[in-house]
């Protein structure tokens, strides 16, 4: 009897296809090194805010809110309205004259002083005197004040040097003032500040005319 040599074949199970390692793995990769490079652009850019803000900070500090001592000084445009003098044998003078005393303020912030009186002096005595008004100098700016007064030698002591001075045609006048205020800056920091005049005035008796100013 015959061999039946067909043998029947049963199919295999669905063949299971192997996971694709590489490229998921690869794909993986390119995500986290995309993140990474996203974080180290975001810590630079917060790194160079923060530096900027420094720089910012610095500068406004140092510079803005920085307090500097205002100025104040006579100005040189002087205008005589009588000058009389006397001679070697009875030397005097009496003088009117208008000036300007100039405050200047450099800070980011109004300079408010007080009413003050600045003393004109010869050889060390007052000849005369004048009442300098409260004011307001602006944040960067230069405060002109016009003043009127007299000096004379009424009070003067009897002196040789007055006589040489008259000859030469030359009177020093020396004057001096103190302003006391405060500083106001961004409307939230006061500080007092007070500043002092100290010139020199020489006056061309013959001329009318400054010859020379000079202050400290």
């Not at 000036?99 to 003393?119: C, H, M």
């Amino acid at each position: 009897m015959a061999q039946n040599t067909n043998q029947q074949v049963y199919p295999l199970g669905p063949e299971s296809k192997e996971p694709r390692s590489d490229e998921e793995s690869g794909s993986k990769t390119s995500a986290e090194e995309l993140k990474r490079k996203k974080r180290i652009k975001l810590a630079l850019y917060i790194a160079v805010f923060a530096v900027f803000q420094t720089i910012v900070i610095l500068v406004f500090a140092l510079i803005v809110m920085r307090v500097k001592t205002p100025k104040v000084r006579l100005g040189n445009d002087v205008t005589f309205h009588n000058v009389t003098t006397g001679n070697s044998t009875s030397p005097s003078f009496d003088i009117n004259f208008t000036t300007q005393l100039r405050v200047k303020n450099a800070n980011f912030g109004p300079y408010k002083y007080d009413s003050t009186i600045a003393t004109f002096m010869y050889n060390g005595v007052t000849v005369g005197q004048v009442t300098i008004p409260k004011g307001n100098a602006g944040l960067r700016s230069t405060k002109k004040v016009g003043v009127t007064l007299n000096v004379h030698s009424k009070d003067l002591p009897s002196s040789a040097n007055l006589a040489g001075d008259l000859e030469r045609g030359l009177l020093m006048l020396n004057s001096h003032a103190k302003l006391s205020g405060k500083v106001e800056l961004m409307f939230i920091m006061k500080k007092k500040k007070s500043v002092e005049m100290n010139c020199t005035m020489t006056v061309n008796l013959s001329s009318k005319e400054i010859h020379s100013m000079i202050c400290e």
